[in-house]
Nanobody, 123 residues
């Protein structure tokens, strides 16, 4: 059974940067679309960004467009999200998710989820 593990969260001041990684076990994941979602306290989980199985297509929520960038490292079976110009409203637990179906990833109904990593942005 494959699994996803996020890392890279932490505490950063507003305007700073963080780099989150989502590493998958199992070779099949290397070709799966991968998405990132986040959930802040008292709020619903929301879509952040996604990347296609090949890595050539990315989608971003309007709230992070221009500040977050997704990429894939096929050799390491890892998807990375570089987060720049962080704002206090980016504070949340960030989850990566994967599925062979891009629509499932986009809609938050993918089969595989990581345990989440906390990102806290101080003002």
């Amino acid at each position: 059974q494959g699994q996803l593990v996020e890392s890279g969260g932490g505490l950063v001041q507003a305007g700073g940067s963080l780099r989150l990684s989502c590493t998958a076990s199992g070779r099949a994941f290397n070709n799966f679309p991968v998405g990132w979602f986040r959930q802040a306290p008292g709020k619903e989980r929301e879509f952040v960004a996604s990347i296609s199985g090949g890595g050539g297509t990315t989608f971003y929520a309007d709230s992070v467009k221009g500040r977050f960038t997704l990429s894939r490292d096929k050799a390491k079976n890892t998807v990375i999200v570089q987060m720049n110009s962080l704002k206090p409203e980016d504070t949340a637990v960030y989850y990566c998710t994967a599925d062979k179906d891009i629509l499932a990833v986009a809609h938050g109904s993918a089969a595989y989820w990581g345990q989440g990593t906390q990102v806290t942005v101080s003002s």
